[in-house]
Every structure is written in structure tokens, then in C-alpha cells.
């Protein structure tokens, strides 16, 4: 028998303070991007090398997402999220110092690696916390108080380099990534291990082979996971890390402008967190939100690029508000994720549904910096490469046309996928 689950004051708690490292993870997945220049001029580096550093997060992040999915389903939340801290504040250590190239790499990797914990152990928590009917409405609140730390990532952020330097800042993000940590060891609950339904003559490794093959052989999942990483252009390539250089070069914004407008994306997230799950749950209608979102997107792209610079900053903002609220489809498709799959699995099937998307992260990071040396013309400035605007706007173009293929994907699930009730894994 399952166990049964009543909102009280604890559960409040231990949703806040898995929330609080998800929110704070996205101001160090956002730091690269604002001193996009200032790392080029450290390292002598092309934008090439600097697609590659941006990936190493991201391949940390995917690459991780599996194994903390299945630590969280087997030991303590407390112990497996501080120790990710941990391991971000070990990260930004090597990233800060490091006068290594390589290390700098490793450093960017450790952070992902680390990050990979701020939404599972918050996935895992409101599994553990609250009833089911409740997850979609928690998952979109975790959302929009998650992306509060992408919104402090921004121009807050900008000019706190401005004003102390990026190294300087760099130390401080270093510092507070530690005392989360030990916030999170300390303030956590001891244990939140979910009860586990599960065959006692199956041993862990077996128990562990059964449920890997019972997602990974779900096509619903996959499919469902690869469509939405078509997407992922807007947030995690144009919000993280390119879209400030791609403003300053081709509208001619100052790097805070640039920050507040890419940050655009997170305060219509803030909004469209809990918004789109609530509109897809009461129309029932998951898979069509999603395609329209990524349709949208793609006009919206569409414009900004192919209009010449014509937006003006207000403008803009309100482009990037508006696709902020479609880019909340993610949190859509993790509810339809955990929807396909027992809710023993929830911290397992989430992890394999992000880590889909965040290696379209890495793919998106490294093809856009490629795109860019190849329309590279020529000109260097104290032996680094300049990239005038046209680059930047061949590399950028690759986001509506991924964004197309989402809506096609999407359409395609819609026509050959029903939902199936919450906590029934269809067959493969």
C-alpha cells in the first residue's frame, strides 16, 4: 500500500530548501555568458573554445542527471543535494583560480555535474511531500521560484561585474555555493527515501537494470523528451550564454541591456511556470501547448533576427517576456514525463527526460560557436577574434529552425500518443 501523503508545514520546508539551490544554480549557469569577453581575452580563446566551455556545463548537467536520478531514488535527498553543492563550489573553485585551460573545462563541467541536483532533488522532494494531484501545480511554482535565480543572473548580476570585476564576483558566487551547501546538510530533513515498490528477489543492480530498461524502452518517453529538447534553443543557448554577446553586436546594446533583455525570458517563465501546466492539465490538452509554444517561439525568432535591428529595448523585452512564457512547456513536459511512468520512478524518469534536453544544450552551444568561426571574416582585435554581426545572426538563425521542428514533433506525439492516467507507464 502507498504511503499517504498530507501537506503540512515540513512539506513547505523541505519544497523551499530544494528550491532555493535550484534557483541559485541558475545564476552560476548564466555567469559565463555575461564575461563572455573577458574569458576570450584570459584564455585566448576562439568562439569555437568558448561553445566548448559553455558545453562542458551542460554535458556535466546530462551527464549526471541519470546517476542523481537513481541516488535520489535509493538514498537521502539531504545527503545527495549538499554534496552536488559540494561539488559546485568545487567547480567555481577551478574555474575562479585556474590559469589552466583544461582545468577551467573541468571546473565548468564539476558545476553542471553539481547543478544536475537543484531540480531532481526539488522533482524528488514534491514527490515525497505532497499528493500527486498536486505535482503539476508544484512543479510549475518550483518553476517560477527556480527561475528567480536566473532573473538575479541577469543584469544584477552585469553590474556587480561592472563595479568589483568578474574575478571578484567569480569569489563571491564561489563562497555562497558553499554555504548553501552546508545550508542543505544541515537544514534538510535527515531522510525523505520514499517507500519502494519493488520485487525483494531482484537484487539492487537488477532492480536498477528493470527500471532503466522500462523508461529507456518507453517510446512515449523518448519521443516526448526529444521534442522537447528541439526546443530548448531559446533558454538554454540564447538566455545562458549567447543571446547578451548577440545584442551587444548586433543591436548595439550595452552588456546590462543585453542582460535585462535576455533576462526577459526568465521573468516570462516566472509567469508561464505556473500558467501553461495549468492550461495543458484543464484542457487536457499537454502535447498541443507544446507545439504552439514552439511555433510561437519560432515567429518570435523569426523577427528578431530577420528584422534588421529594428526593436527597440522595450520591445524586445517584451518579445523575450512572451517567449519566457512559452519556454515553460519544460515544465509540461516533465508533468507528461512522470505521468508515463510509476511514481516510484519520478526522480529516475525526470532525470532521463532533462538529460535529453540539456544534451541538446551542449549540441546547441557547440554548433552555434562553430557557426560562428566559420562566418568568421577575419578580423582579430590584441590577437582575439571579432565577430561582426552577421556571424552572429547566421549562428542565432539556428534556434527558430529547431524550434519548427519541436512544433512538428509535437504535432507527430499528439496524433499517435494519448495520455495515459498518472502513474500507468504505457507500453513501449
Known amino acids: 500500500m502507498g504511503r499517504k501523503v498530507e501537506i503540512n508545514k515540513l512539506s513547505w520546508f523541505m519544497w523551499f530548501v530544494a528550491v532555493t539551490f535550484f534557483a541559485f544554480q541558475f545564476v552560476l549557469r548564466l555567469f559565463?555568458?555575461?564575461?563572455?569577453?573577458?574569458?576570450?581575452?584570459?584564455?585566448?580563446?576562439?568562439?569555437?573554445?568558448?561553445?566548448?566551455?559553455?558545453?562542458a556545463y551542460y554535458l556535466g548537467y546530462a551527464g549526471m542527471q541519470i546517476p542523481i536520478g537513481i541516488l535520489l531514488d535509493r538514498f537521502s535527498a539531504r545527503t545527495v543535494v549538499s554534496v552536488c553543492a559540494l561539488t559546485c563550489t568545487l567547480g567555481s573553485l577551478s574555474f575562479v583560480y585556474s590559469d589552466s585551460w583544461t582545468l577551467t573545462l573541468i571546473g565548468r563541467f564539476l558545476i553542471g555535474a553539481g547543478s544536475a541536483a537543484g531540480l531532481l532533488g526539488t522533482v524528488k522532494t514534491i514527490r515525497y511531500a505532497f499528493p500527486e494531484k498536486y505535482f503539476t501545480g508544484m512543479m510549475g511554482l518550483t518553476f517560477t521560484l527556480g527561475l528567480s535565480g536566473a532573473l538575479y543572473g541577469g543584469k544584477p548580476v552585469s553590474l556587480l561585474v561592472q563595479q568589483i570585476g568578474w574575478v571578484r564576483v567569480s569569489e563571491v558566487l564561489t563562497v555562497l555555493s558553499l554555504v548553501?551547501?552546508?545550508?542543505?546538510?544541515?537544514?534538510?530533513?535527515?531522510?525523505?527515501?520514499?517507500e519502494q515498490e519493488s520485487d525483494d528477489s531482484q537484487s539492487e543492480p537488477t532492480r536498477l537494470a528493470t527500471d532503466l530498461r522500462m523508461i529507456l524502452g518507453n517510446r512515449k518517453i523518448i519521443w516526448l523528451a526529444i521534442a522537447g529538447a528541439l526546443m530548448v534553443g531559446p533558454f538554454e543557448s540564447?538566455?545562458?550564454?549567447?543571446?547578451?554577446?548577440?545584442?551587444?553586436?548586433?543591436?548595439?546594446?550595452?552588456k546590462p541591456d543585453a542582460s535585462l533583455v535576455t533576462s526577459g525570458i526568465y521573468m516570462g517563465m516566472l509567469v508561464g511556470g505556473p500558467v501553461l501546466p495549468y492550461i495543458a492539465e484543464k484542457l487536457n490538452a499537454h502535447y498541443w501547448v507544446n507545439a504552439i509554444s514552439g511555433l510561437l517561439m519560432a515567429v518570435v525568432f523569426a523577427l528578431v533576427i530577420f528584422s534588421e535591428a529594428t526593436f527597440s529595448r522595450s520591445s524586445l523585452l517584451g518579445l523575450m517576456i512572451f517567449v519566457g512564457i512559452l519556454c515553460s512547456y519544460q515544465a509540461v513536459v516533465f508533468a507528461v514525463a512522470c505521468k508515463l511512468a510509476p511514481s516510484r520512478l519520478a526522480g529516475l524518469v525526470t532525470s532521463v527526460t532533462n538529460c535529453i534536453n540539456m544534451c541538446a544544450g551542449c549540441l546547441f552551444h557547440f554548433a552555434i560557436g562553430s557557426v560562428m568561426d566559420l562566418n568568421w571574416s577575419g578580423a582579430t582585435e590584441n590577437g582575439i577574434k571579432i565577430y561582426d554581426p552577421s556571424s552572429y545572426i547566421t549562428a542565432i538563425s539556428l534556434i527558430p529552425f529547431t524550434l519548427v521542428?519541436?512544433?512538428f514533433g509535437f504535432v507527430w506525439l499528439n496524433k499517435r500518443n494519448a495520455l495515459p492516467a498518472a502513474g500507468a507507464i504505457s507500453a513501449p
Not at 540564447?238 to 550595452?254: M, R
Open 32 to 55: 559565463p555568458g555575461l564575461v563572455m569577453t573577458e574569458i576570450m581575452t584570459k584564455f585566448h580563446i576562439d568562439a569555437t573554445s568558448f561553445g566548448v566551455l559553455s558545453a
Open 180 to 194: 548553501i551547501s552546508i545550508g542543505l546538510f544541515f537544514l534538510f530533513p535527515r531522510e525523505i527515501k520514499e
Open 238 to 254: 540564447f538566455a545562458d550564454v549567447w543571446g547578451v554577446s548577440y545584442l551587444v553586436n548586433v543591436y548595439g546594446f550595452t
Open 405 to 407: 521542428l519541436g512544433f
